[in-house]
């Protein structure tokens, strides 16, 4: 109580962020489980493929047989159940992330259907409906 005091923070109001924080302790508990339950995932995947000290060792940077970068990618396809993944610090958002994707597998001229609708705004120059 008395480090509270020290900065400034008054015993009501010290009471009341403790009042918010047991009705919220349910709900603080639910968050606990689910971190725990992906945290327990991202484990299961690392040990399944085999991580090790020697996936963390600095690289040429040229990504050739990059043990480390392949295997990360490995767990990434693990944790979120996927065919296989691209991780990497170059790809600066999702926009990016699905532009390379299009970049990959379209051509120019190429038809892109969108049976949800109208892409988010970010994608629209990147497909080619907006003028950069």
């Known amino acids: ?5 020290s900065m400034g923070i008054g015993a009501r109001a010290l009471e009341i962020g403790q009042q918010i924080e047991n009705k ?8 606990d489980r689910v971190s725990e339950y992906n945290q327990l995932k991202v484990l299961r995947a690392m040990q399944e493929n085999r991580v090790s000290a020697e996936h963390f060792s600095a690289t040429t ?26 991780v990497g610090a170059q790809l600066a958002s999702g ?10 597998n379209l051509r120019p001229g190429d038809e892109l259907l969108s049976p949800v609708g ?8 990147v497909i080619g409906i907006r003028p950069s």
């Open 61 to 86: 940077g040229y990504g050739y047989d990059d043990a480390g970068r392949d295997t990360l990618e490995k767990v990434y396809a693990s944790v979120f159940c996927g065919e296989s993944a691209l």
């Open 1 to 5: 109580m008395q480090m509270y005091a």
């Open 24 to 31: 919220l302790s349910e709900r603080f508990a639910q968050i």
């Open 118 to 125: 109208k892409p988010y705004d970010t994608l629209e120059e």
């Open 95 to 104: 926009t990016h992330a699905l532009a390379v994707a299009l970049f990959g």
